[in-house]
């Protein structure tokens, strides 16, 4: 019976480096996995299955993992680092594929036929998402690193060379995208995740089995520990798919996987002088410097958002400027895993309350008159 849950096959380790401070090197999985070597967890029993792995080897060592994002955004210290948010791509490890439709490094099959329609995003389906068999999934890196889950950007595409199924309607694949790039998030079980996730959010949330509750309660089981892992996954995807189809500012959910949520990669792609082409994401809020006009305007859609997720019965529960991304001149919120039931959470003011003021704050150190207490009342009469 397979050990959950599986972890790529290198991982990113902070080590010490003396006066330096600190430094990043990649060791096996196994190593960072031996105090729990002999922890078997059924994995039939969990809801969904986890995805099959990338062989991360291709990744281990070519400097994407110094791109090091704490759980507040920060930079964690001493980390060398790429320009934020930016990773290269050129695909060279295609030609090294003896046949181009087949896996290889750092590849697998489309994951997307092999979750339950539950699963998957919701309708109406965005066009540029491939749903097709043949497409395949490239890890091209680390995108952030964080407490409680990694993000990797990963392009998912059908190569050239792919036949077509005989019994499709051809004009139908003709329009169908054939390529996307999407964000990988993958949660780590709770003896990985330096992230301690208290009751201040997880009270009054429930699951689907009461067994899988009572073993979210017993965080000494090595049960326990691997459904608390898979159920954040899945509170974040249910709150992402619920809040895009009321019309939030969130990433489109394109799947979840077990621990693993693919969604849209908020960002853009640039092409240099030499032909090299970069995935460049979105920056945080707390990193743009807007002009008055559109101050007002991320406000606006920022409120727009917050009270969409309380009309849902929602608060984000960690909202910041770190959590919040600014593309051009449209906001997207993200990282909403810890949402908060307004109704069932006996800190859900609390919360919400904090919610507030942290943006407002933001707001007002640059020249806008905002009220939080204000925003805090229209939000609880909102939700109620």
Same mark, same amino acid.
């Given at each position: 019976?397979?050990?959950?849950?599986?972890?790529?096959?290198?991982?990113?380790?902070?080590?010490?480096?003396?006066?330096?401070?600190?430094?990043?090197?990649?060791?096996?999985?196994?190593?960072?996995?031996?105090?729990?070597?002999?922890?078997?967890?059924?994995?039939?029993?969990?809801?969904?299955?986890?995805?099959?792995?990338?062989?991360?080897?291709?990744?281990?060592?070519? #400097?994407?993992?110094? /791109? &090091? @994002?704490?759980?507040?955004?920060? +930079?964690?210290? $001493? *980390?060398?680092?790429?320009?934020?948010?930016?990773?290269?791509?050129?695909?060279?490890?295609?030609?090294?594929?003896?046949?181009?439709?087949?896996?290889?490094?750092?590849?697998?099959?489309?994951?997307?036929?092999?979750?339950?329609?539950?699963?998957?995003?919701?309708?109406?389906?965005?066009?540029?998402?491939?749903?097709?068999?043949?497409?395949?999934?490239?890890?091209?890196?680390?995108?952030?690193? #964080?407490?409680?889950? /990694? &993000? @990797?950007?990963?392009?998912?595409? +059908?190569?050239? $060379? *792919?036949?077509?199924?005989?019994?499709?309607?051809?004009?139908?694949?003709?329009?169908?995208?054939?390529?996307?790039?999407?964000?990988?998030?993958?949660?780590?079980?709770?003896?990985?995740?330096?992230?301690?996730?208290?009751?201040?959010?997880?009270?009054?949330?429930?699951?689907?089995?009461?067994?899988?509750?009572?073993?979210?309660?017993?965080?000494?089981?090595?049960?326990?520990?691997?459904?608390?892992?898979?159920?954040?996954?899945?509170?974040?995807?249910?709150?992402?798919?619920?809040?895009?189809?009321?019309?939030?500012?969130?990433?489109?959910?394109?799947?979840?996987?077990?621990?693993?949520?693919?969604?849209?990669?908020?960002?853009?792609?640039?092409?240099?002088?030499?032909?090299?082409?970069?995935?460049?994401?979105?920056?945080?809020?707390?990193?743009?410097?807007?002009?008055?006009?559109?101050?007002?305007?991320?406000?606006?859609?920022?409120?727009?958002?917050?009270?969409?997720?309380?009309?849902?019965?929602?608060?984000?529960?960690?909202?910041?400027?770190?959590?919040?991304?600014?593309?051009?001149?449209?906001?997207?919120?993200?990282?909403?895993?810890?949402?908060?039931?307004?109704?069932?959470?006996?800190?859900?003011?609390?919360?919400?309350?904090?919610?507030?003021?942290?943006?407002?704050?933001?707001?007002?150190?640059?020249?806008?008159?905002?009220?939080?207490?204000?925003?805090?009342?229209?939000?609880?009469?909102?939700?109620?």
């Amino acid at each position: 019976m397979p050990r959950f849950p599986e972890a790529p096959k290198s991982v990113l380790i902070q080590a010490a480096a003396g006066k330096g401070g600190k430094k990043y090197t990649n060791r096996s999985a196994d190593d960072e996995r031996q105090p729990a070597r002999n922890v078997r967890v059924g994995r039939e029993d969990l809801e969904g299955p986890y995805p099959g792995a990338f062989d991360a080897e291709e990744f281990g060592s070519d #400097g994407f993992g110094s /791109d &090091a @994002f704490e759980h507040d955004g920060t +930079v964690q210290d $001493g *980390a060398d680092r790429h320009p934020s948010g930016v990773v290269p791509h050129d695909h060279d490890h295609d030609h090294d594929q003896t046949d181009p439709t087949q896996p290889g490094p750092g590849q697998r099959w489309s994951t997307w036929r092999s979750v339950a329609k539950g699963a998957r995003g919701p309708e109406p389906l965005p066009e540029w998402v491939v749903t097709r068999d043949a497409a395949l999934d490239t890890e091209l890196g680390i995108l952030k690193t #964080g407490k409680e889950a /990694d &993000a @990797f950007l990963v392009e998912r595409a +059908v190569p050239e $060379g *792919a036949g077509l199924p005989s019994d499709a309607p051809d004009l139908a694949l003709d329009q169908a995208a054939t390529r996307c790039l999407l964000v990988a998030k993958r949660y780590r079980s709770l003896e990985h995740g330096q992230f301690h996730r208290g009751s201040e959010y997880t009270e009054g949330r429930t699951v689907r089995r009461t067994r899988d509750q009572r073993a979210m309660e017993d965080r000494k089981s090595a049960w326990g520990r691997a459904v608390s892992a898979t159920q954040w996954a899945d509170a974040e995807f249910v709150a992402l798919r619920d809040a895009w189809s009321a019309g939030a500012p969130v990433p489109y959910p394109v799947q979840i996987d077990g621990t693993e949520v693919l969604m849209e990669f908020i960002g853009t792609e640039e092409t240099d002088d030499l032909g090299r082409t970069q995935a460049v994401a979105a920056p945080r809020l707390t990193r743009v410097r807007p002009s008055d006009d559109l101050l007002e305007s991320y406000w606006d859609q920022l409120t727009h958002g917050m009270s969409v997720l309380a009309r849902l019965g929602f608060a984000h529960g960690d909202l910041s400027p770190y959590n919040i991304l600014a593309h051009g001149e449209r906001l997207v919120i993200i990282d909403l895993p810890q949402v908060v039931d307004l109704a069932a959470n006996p800190f859900s003011s609390d919360v919400l309350l904090r919610d507030c003021r942290t943006v407002s704050d933001w707001f007002i150190a640059r020249g806008l008159d905002v009220d939080p207490d204000a925003l805090f009342a229209d939000l609880l009469a909102q939700a109620f």
